[in-house]
């Protein structure tokens, strides 16, 4: 079976082994997932948000600390 036949297919997420990888995987994915973000400028006030309020959560976790 072809990729090309499945539409929807969802590609297997790639590794990503670092915190900035991290960030610039949810970066790129926001990006494609909710273009409406976006303004012409090429900001995005709501990614912004979503990726600051990830790197908080992930840097309690890293100094082993449940939210």
């Not at 409406?36 to 309020?53: C, I, K, L, Q, T």
Request: aromatic share 8%; charged share 30%.
């Amino acid at each position: 079976m072809k990729i090309q036949d499945e539409p929807n297919r969802v590609m297997p997420p790639k590794k990503i082994c670092t915190y900035t990888a991290l960030r610039q995987q949810i970066h790129d994915d926001l990006r494609i997932q909710h273009p409406e973000w976006v303004e012409p400028n090429g900001e995005s006030p709501m990614r912004d948000f979503y990726e600051a309020r990830l790197m908080e959560l992930l840097h309690f976790d890293a100094k082993g600390t449940d939210l």
